[in-house]
């Protein structure tokens, strides 16, 4: 009987496993929407007042997907202001909803990868 050869095996051929790359921690969203008079306007002292008596702890070492889910006008600053507060907390924060930040960050850690690590001496 002849004895049966792995030659994928013997080929030299790496397998990653792509699950090793997929992001670490909870993706979270922050809504603006929530923060807006009747979901459309965004009065500024208000706006900074509710930020303010937030608790921040929540999003401590979470993915934070900052957006706005209203058909609001929103400015800039606004979602300047809210990453102010996220950024000694949250693990990472964007100004995206939640499917597009988990797509970002599986291709930072993919994008990571050492392909020397890889490499075969041929």
Excluded: H
Aim: with cysteine.
């Amino acid at each position: 009987m002849e004895e049966i050869v792995n030659k994928v095996a013997q080929s030299g051929i790496i397998t990653i496993d792509l699950e090793d790359f997929y992001p670490e921690g909870e993706i979270v969203v922050f809504d603006l929407k929530d923060y807006l008079f009747m979901e459309l306007i965004l009065k500024e002292k208000d706006f900074r007042a509710a930020l303010q008596g937030l608790d921040w702890e929540v999003y401590r070492g979470k993915n934070v997907a900052i957006t706005c889910t209203a058909d609001a006008i929103i400015p800039a600053w606004a979602y300047m202001l809210v990453m102010t507060y996220l950024e000694p907390l949250a693990r990472y924060a964007a100004f995206s909803d939640a499917e597009y930040l988990q797509r970002s960050l599986y291709l930072q850690k993919l994008s990571a990868i050492d392909v020397n690590e890889y490499r075969i001496n041929v």
